[in-house]
């Protein structure tokens, strides 16, 4: 009931709903946001295990990018624009996936995308040219940006308000898990065997999406959705008046999903998310695609040492992500912003500095925690933001965005530089800059949502 004691839309349990909680124990408790459930916990750990072998998968290319150089005989210019293509391609993926979210549900379309990337690897090692490498790259990369959206928006539609920063936190903290077991992988696989062997061990992973098909439950919003949808529809059938929260909906809803971004309620928030989206890609773009090349070919480190270097810079990470994560619930999403660009600033310049061996690895570990940490409140943030209506176009279209300009685009200003230097040194500290003007924008536009219901955000 409304404060007032008029009936919402929102107290309106329609059809569909009841049918999922008739038959689904899952869907019931996933509905309660007061308490945590098993269910609760099966939701955060599949999408922690999806985003981990995420991890796995693109830092398995990235570790291997040296010895994909050499096996193909391409130079790095022609590399990065064969990546710049599949990294294109996989544009559409970042908003393929959770547009189809929008109409078919989180849960079905999450097990698909992880089923599909991680059979799609395999492939990736049977190559015999390079065309036919960027080609299957491009199928990977389609595959493997739905999970960017896809897992963060059923956690954020399932966990209560006041823990959604922390578990979203973690869950795309796992990621640093897979990077580690990238780095495992690179360390006794690839440095063994070679990178092609490599790319057989993600097929394992296909077996998670029975997991997630089978336990988890669909989103109560989305369903809610649905029912809303199927009542306006029948009202206006019938010729009934709408209820007024279902009038103010529709005037929204009519329009194309795409404008919708930009309504005058809606302008502030999808510029806020895309400026963060696109931040967190040029900061990462910039360092992590080429970190194994430049320790390799710059710091002359080998493929066992730069493996293993992985390992820990991943595990080291996650203290990152989770303590913001618990920063961004307890004091909120702005402050966990600022801790981690401000820590990661200041080590990672410390890095390009680095004289020897033992300070690469000192601060390198160090800056992990910041580089990595500001992720957590920056998938909140993008996951929450967007009305349900819109969660998974307004996902897609910034994180769309954020790929075009960090990983297309501005790769040709990291090789640009490098080309002209000599040394990727000069392009790593355009990051430090890179993450302050990203806090100061933060501060100034980036919204608070702290402990607020999804609903109190955006309808």
């Not at 601060?363 to 993008?382: E, N, V």
């Amino acid at each position: 009931m409304s404060p007032s004691g008029a009936i919402s839309s929102a107290d309106i349990a329609g059809p569909l709903e009841q049918s999922y909680r008739d038959r689904s124990a899952a869907f019931r408790a996933a509905s309660d946001s007061t308490r945590l459930t098993r269910t609760h916990w099966h939701i955060a750990i599949a999408n922690g295990l999806g985003w981990g072998f995420d991890g796995m998968d693109g830092v398995i290319f990235a570790l291997a990018t040296p010895l994909v150089i050499k096996d193909f005989g391409v130079t790095l210019p022609e590399y990065r624009s064969g990546l710049q293509i599949a990294l294109l391609v996989g544009i559409l993926g970042m908003y393929v996936w959770p547009w189809l979210a929008d109409r078919y549900g989180r849960r079905t379309l999450l097990a698909v995308n992880i089923a599909l990337f991680s059979l799609l690897m395999p492939i990736a090692a049977l190559t015999t040219t390079f065309a036919a490498f960027v080609a299957v790259r491009c199928a990977i990369h389609f595959a493997l940006n739905g999970e960017w959206s896809l897992g963060s928006m059923l956690v954020a539609e399932t966990w209560p308000a006041h823990m959604r920063g922390r578990v979203i936190g973690i869950n795309r903290g796992t990621w640093c898990f897979g990077a580690a077991l990238a780095g495992i992988i690179t360390t006794f696989i690839i440095a063994e065997w070679g990178w092609r062997i490599a790319c057989v061990v993600p097929a394992i992973v296909a077996l998670l999406a029975i997991y997630v098909r089978i336990g988890l439950p669909e989103s109560p919003y989305w369903v809610r959705l649905q029912d809303r949808k199927r009542r306006i529809r029948e009202a206006q059938a019938s010729g009934r008046p709408l209820l007024s929260a279902d009038q103010a909906w529709l005037d929204k809803a009519v329009k194309i999903p795409m404008s919708q971004l930009f309504l005058p309620d809606m302008l502030g928030g999808t510029a806020a998310a895309t400026f963060i989206a696109c931040c967190s890609t040029i900061i990462y773009g910039t360092v992590g695609g080429w970190m194994p090349l430049y320790l390799a070919q710059e710091r002359h480190w080998s493929t066992a040492t730069y493996g293993t270097f992985y390992i820990w810079w991943g595990l080291v990470g996650f203290l990152g992500l989770l303590a913001a994560g618990l920063i961004a619930d307890r004091y909120g999403r702005k402050p966990a912003f600022y801790v981690m660009l401000i820590e990661g600033a200041v080590f990672l310049t410390l890095w390009v500095f680095a004289e020897s061996d033992i300070e690469l690895w000192i601060y390198g570990l160090l800056w992990s925690i910041g580089f990595l940490g500001f992720w957590a409140p920056a998938m909140i943030l993008t996951a929450e933001i967007y009305p349900t209506r819109i969660r998974g176009v307004g996902n897609g279209f910034s994180w769309a965005v954020a790929w075009l300009v960090g990983f297309v685009l501005w790769p040709f200003v990291t090789i640009g530089i490098q080309q002209s230097t000599g040394s990727f040194a000069k392009a790593f500290l355009i990051v430090p800059v890179a993450m302050l003007l990203m806090g100061a924008g933060i501060w100034l536009f980036a919204p608070e949502h702290k402990g607020k219901e999804l609903d109190a955000i955006a309808v």
